[in-house]
C-alpha cells in the first residue's frame, strides 16, 4: 500500500484527491434550516431554569449571605452558595486551559471570602419557572464590606494599591518575593547583550502602549444543562470547545471521579477561546442534585457573558527597538503588563514569545507581567496575549521603517526570520513560510495598487503564532456500504467535520461523501483536549490520517485471508483493492470484509511538529477629519496554512480573525467607571464590527508545507487575528501624520489625537 | 553531554551562564544532574516531582509532552520554556 508522508524537506506526495477541495459541510443542512441543537436548546422532563446572583460590587468582602427568604418562596426548587462547594484543592492542574490553581477556578465559580468583579457570582438557583427563579434572586440578602477596585495593571502594582489576594506572592519561575503583591508573576527572555545593541544603533524607537479589556464577543451566550441522576451519574449537555475539559473541571472543583460525568457537546455559537473554562457546569449540577435529582438549566444572558465570562487582558506595554542604518535590527526590548482579571493567568507568557518572533536580533530582552485587578477572570481568545502586543511591536516597527525610509514589507525581510531562528525563548522554528507570506503581499494587486486621496493611508503589519497539537481521539466503523461512521471528540467551532472526514477519506482513497463525521459525547471516544490552539485539524487530522491507514491495513489483511494471498500481494488504487486478476473498489471490499466480522479501529495520537503560523496584512483606510471615524477602505490577509484542507474554511478562519481584529483595533472596550462597574454590558454599547463597518477581506492563502503532517497541515485558526491592530494603527498614522498609541482607535480618540497634533482646543 | 539553554530567571543559580552542559538520558536526569551542580536549581523547575505548573521543556527543537520523561540523546538541545495554551 502506498503510505503517504512528509519528506524531510517539507514535500508532499502523491497528488492528492479530496484534501485541498471544497465540499459542502455536513451540518451546513440542519444550522441553515435551525435544526440544529445548540446549548439552550435542550430540553428534559422536569427541566428547572436556574438563575445566577451576580456582584454589583467590582471588590467587596462578603459579610453575610441570606438565602432563608429565598428557600422559603413556592416554586423554588434549589439555592446553592459557596458554601455548597467542596473545600477548594489547594493544587495546580492543567485542565484544559493552561495551568490554573483550583482553588481560584472554585472561588470564580461562586465567591467565598470576597467578590473580586462586577459580575462575581454569588448564588445560583433553580426553580420550576424563569418568573419565581428571578423573584428568588430577589429575596437573597447579601451584606458586603466594599473594598477600593483596582482596575488596571499600572494601578495594581502601585505600592500602596489594594490586594485582591492577601496571599499572593509574585513568582518568579520557583523562586517567590516575600511580600504579598498584585504581580502574580514575572518572566524574562533574554539573550544578547542589549546595552551593547542600542549603542549599535542607528535609530531608537521607545513607546508606550495601552490597550483594553475586550470579549470574544461569540454570539451564543453561555448555556448547560444537568442531570444528576438518583444513582449518582451525572451527565451535563453544555456548549464547550471541550468536553473532557469541563468533565475534569467538574470533578475537580465538586471532588468527583470523572467516571460519574458524561459531557455531551451541543453545536456551538462561537467560542474563540472562551468556552473553555466552565462557569455554569458545576453549578447545574449542584442545583439538580440539591432540587431532588431533576434537570436544570442555565443559560447566561449577554449582560452576564461580558460582566461575568472570561474576556482578554488590557494590558500596559513598553517597546524599545534600535535599528542600524540599513534597517537591521540590533536591539529589542519589551515590558508587558498583562491583566489577568481577578485571578492570576492573563495570557502574557504567549505574547512574551509573540512579541519579536517574527525578527531576527541578537539582543533582547522580553519582560512580562501577570497582574490581577477587579475584573472577571481573563480567559483565552484567538491567539491569547498577541494582538495586544503585536499592535505595539508592529507599530514601532512601521515607526523604524519610515525613520529609515525603508518600504514597510522591505523593512520586514531584511529581519525576517527564517527556518533554524529562534523565538525569544529561543525555541528554534522549524520550516516556516513567513518570507513567502511578506512576498506574497510585496507582489499582491492590492500592495502593487497606488492608494490615492485625501486622509487616506496603507499599513502593513505582522504576526506569529505557535500553534499546538494537543492528543486527539477518533474511531472509524466500516459499514457494508462502503460508507465510514468516523466519530471524533473534537467539537466543531470552525468547520472541523469537514476538514477532518476530507483527511479520512484523503488517508482511505476513498470520497468525502463516504465519511460520515459525528461528534461524539466523553463515553463515546477516548480523551481528547479541546479544540483551540488551532490544533484540530493538525492534530485530529492525524488521527484521521491514522485511521485511514489502519482501517485500509485491517480490510487488506481480511481481504488476504479471503482471497489467500499474501497481505504484500495486495494492492491499492483508487480506493480499490487488487491482487492478480481480482479487484474489488472500496464498497466491494466494505461488504465482503463485513460479512465476517463488523469492522471499527480507534486511535490516539499526541503529535508533535505541529508548526508555526504566521500572517502578513495590509489595509487601506480613510480617517474622517472632523469625527475621527475611520473607515477600512480595503483588506488583504497573507497567511502560510502549511496546506489548505479546506480553502474555503481556511479563508473564513483568515477573514474571522481579521473581522474580529478590526473591532478590537477600533471600537471594541470594557469602560468601567470609577466604582469598578461595567458600563457597556450589552451589544449595543459594546461595539463589535458589523457587516457594514467591514470590507470584503481578500485573503491570500500560502502553503509552505509543514513537515510534521502527512498532509502538510498548519493550524490556521489564531494567527489571523494578531496583526490587524497593528495594521490599522499604521494606516492610519500613514492616512493622518499621528500615531495611536492606545486601542481601541475609536473616533474620540482619533480625533483627540488629531487635534493634539494640529494645536485645535475644543 | 547535552546542551541546556538556561532561562533569564534562572541564571542566578547557573553563575550567570546561558548555556549548561549536563548528562542523562532523560529530562528528568538533565535536571538531577544539573541540580548537583547548580545547587536549588532544580526547586526552581520542578513542584510535586513534575515540571512546576506553567513550565514547558522543548528537547531538540520540539515540545515535549512527556516532561520529565522525554528522552534526551547527547547531542541533544533542551530548552525550558513557558508552556502556552491557545483559544
Known amino acids: ?762 | 553531554m547535552c546542551k541546556v539553554l538556561i532561562p533569564a530567571l534562572l541564571r542566578s543559580q547557573t553563575e550567570g551562564k546561558a548555556e549548561v552542559e549536563a548528562e542523562g538520558t532523560t529530562v528528568g536526569e538533565v535536571i538531577r544532574h544539573l541540580d548537583v551542580r547548580f545547587p536549588g536549581l532544580a526547586e526552581r523547575l520542578l513542584q510535586d516531582q513534575r515540571l512546576r505548573p506553567g513550565l514547558g521543556v522543548a528537547v531538540d527543537g520540539e515540545i515535549s509532552h512527556r516532561g520529565l520523561r522525554e528522552p534526551v540523546r547527547p547531542t541533544s538541545e533542551v530548552i525550558f520554556i513557558a508552556a502556552v495554551s491557545g483559544g
Open chain 1, 1 to 762: 500500500m502506498p503510505s503517504l508522508s512528509a519528506s524531510p524537506d517539507g514535500s508532499v506526495a502523491p497528488a492528492l484527491r479530496v484534501v485541498g477541495t471544497r465540499p459542502v459541510r455536513p451540518d451546513g443542512i440542519d444550522k441553515v434550516t435551525g435544526r440544529a441543537l445548540y446549548g439552550a436548546d435542550i430540553t428534559l422532563p422536569g427541566l428547572l431554569t436556574g438563575r445566577v446572583l451576580r456582584s454589583p460590587l467590582a471588590h467587596a468582602r462578603i459579610v453575610r449571605v441570606d438565602t432563608s427568604a429565598a428557600r422559603a418562596l413556592p416554586g423554588l426548587k434549589a439555592v446553592v452558595t459557596a458554601a455548597d462547594l467542596p473545600p477548594a484543592p489547594d493544587r495546580i492542574e492543567d485542565l484544559g486551559e493552561g495551568a490554573i490553581d483550583l482553588r481560584y477556578l472554585s472561588d470564580n465559580l461562586l465567591a467565598r471570602e470576597k467578590v473580586l468583579y462586577h459580575g462575581h457570582a454569588i448564588a445560583a438557583v433553580a426553580a420550576s419557572t424563569p418568573e419565581i427563579a428571578e423573584q428568588a434572586l430577589a429575596l437573597i440578602r447579601v451584606e458586603f464590606e466594599p473594598l477600593p477596585p483596582v482596575m488596571t495593571a499600572s494601578a495594581a502594582m502601585k505600592p500602596d494599591a489594594p490586594l485582591l489576594h492577601a496571599g499572593l506572592k509574585t513568582d518568579r519561575m520557583g523562586q517567590r518575593d516575600a511580600a504579598p503583591s498584585n504581580v502574580a508573576s514575572q518572566l524574562r527572555h533574554e539573550r544578547g547583550n542589549l546595552d551593547d545593541g542600542f549603542r549599535r544603533a542607528a535609530v531608537v524607537i521607545d513607546r508606550r502602549f495601552r490597550t483594553e479589556t475586550v470579549h470574544q464577543g461569540y454570539i451564543e451566550p453561555q448555556a448547560s444543562t444537568a442531570h444528576v441522576q438518583a444513582d449518582g451519574q451525572i451527565t451535563i449537555w453544555t456548549s464547550t470547545q471541550g468536553t473532557f475539559a469541563v468533565r475534569s473541571q467538574v470533578a475537580e472543583v465538586l471532588g468527583l471521579p470523572v467516571s460519574r460525568i458524561k459531557v455531551v457537546p451541543t453545536e456551538i455559537g462561537g467560542g474563540f477561546g472562551g468556552k473553555i473554562s466552565v462557569y455554569l457546569e458545576p453549578l447545574a449540577v449542584l442545583l439538580s442534585r440539591h432540587a431532588g435529582f431533576v434537570p436544570v438549566r442555565l443559560v447566561m444572558s449577554r449582560t452576564e457573558v461580558l460582566t461575568s465570562t472570561g474576556p482578554t487582558s488590557g494590558s500596559d506595554l513598553r517597546i524599545r527597538i534600535g535599528a542600524d542604518t540599513s534597517g537591521k535590527l540590533v536591539a529589542m526590548q519589551a515590558e508587558l503588563y498583562y491583566e489577568a482579571g481577578a485571578y492570576p493567568g492573563s495570557p502574557v507568557g504567549a505574547a512574551a514569545v509573540v512579541s519579536f518572533a517574527p525578527y531576527v536580533c541578537e539582543a533582547m530582552r522580553v519582560d512580562g507581567y501577570d497582574v490581577v485587578v477587579n475584573r472577571p477572570r481573563a480567559s483565552a481568545y484567538r491567539a491569547p496575549g498577541g494582538t495586544n502586543v503585536a499592535f505595539a511591536v508592529e507599530s514601532v516597527i512601521d515607526e523604524l521603517a519610515e525613520s529609515l525610509d525603508l518600504d514597510p514589507i522591505e523593512m520586514r525581510l531584511i529581519n525576517a526570520v527564517r527556518e533554524g531562528d529562534r523565538r525569544p525563548d529561543n525555541l528554534p522554528l522549524a520550516r516556516i513560510g513567513y518570507v513567502e507570506c511578506l512576498q506574497a503581499l510585496r507582489q499582491s494587486e492590492h500592495y502593487r495598487t497606488p492608494l490615492t486621496g485625501r486622509h487616506r493611508g496603507r499599513g502593513v503589519a505582522c504576526g506569529y503564532w505557535g500553534n499546538w497539537g494537543g492528543q486527539s481521539s477518533a474511531t472509524a466503523i466500516l459499514n457494508p456500504d462502503g460508507s465510514v461512521s468516523f466519530n471524533v471528540a473534537s467539537t466543531d467551532i470552525g468547520g472541523s467535520r469537514a476538514s477532518l472526514a476530507m483527511q479520512l477519506a484523503e488517508s482511505l482513497g476513498i470520497d468525502y461523501a463516504q465519511v460520515k463525521p459525528r461528534i461524539g459525547d466523553t463515553d463515546s471516544v477516548s480523551y481528547n483536549d479541546v479544540t483551540g490552539g488551532s490544533r484540530t485539524t493538525f492534530a485530529t487530522g492525524w488521527a484521521a490520517y491514522d485511521l485511514g491507514q489502519k482501517l485500509a491495513a485491517e480490510m487488506t489483511a481480511r481481504l488476504a485471508q479471503r482471497w489467500e494471498v499474501a497481505p504484500e500481494s495486495i494492492l491499492r488504487a483508487g480506493g480499490g483493492f487488487a491482487s492478480g486478476d481480482r479487484r474489488v473498489d472500496f464498497a466491494e471490499a466494505s461488504k465482503l470484509v463485513c460479512e465476517d466480522a463488523p469492522l471499527m479501529v480507534s486511535t490516539t495520537v499526541h503529535p508533535k511538529g505541529y508548526g508555526a503560523a504566521f500572517s502578513v496584512q495590509c489595509a487601506d483606510v480613510e480617517v474622517d477629519p472632523d469625527t475621527g471615524k475611520v473607515t477600512v477602505l480595503r483588506y488583504t490577509i497573507v497567511q502560510d496554512a502549511g496546506k489548505a484542507v479546506h480553502p474555503s474554511y481556511v479563508e473564513g478562519q483568515m477573514q474571522g480573525g481579521v473581522a474580529q481584529g478590526i473591532g478590537w483595533a477600533l471600537n471594541e472596550e470594557y469602560v468601567y467607571n470609577e466604582k469598578g462597574e461595567l458600563l457597556n454590558g450589552s451589544l449595543l454599547d459594546y461595539r463589535m464590527p458589523t457587516a457594514c463597518d467591514l470590507p470584503m477581506i481578500d485573503t491570500i492563502i500560502v502553503e509552505v508545507p509543514n513537515p510534521g503532517h502527512p498532509y502538510g497541515v498548519r493550524g490556521v485558526g489564531e494567527v489571523n487575528i494578531i496583526p490587524p491592530a497593528g495594521t490599522l494603527a499604521n494606516a492610519i498614522h500613514r492616512a493622518t501624520g499621528v500615531r495611536l498609541t492606545a486601542l481601541p482607535m475609536s473616533p474620540p480618540r482619533v480625533l483627540a489625537a488629531l487635534w493634539e497634533k494640529s494645536g485645535y482646543r475644543p
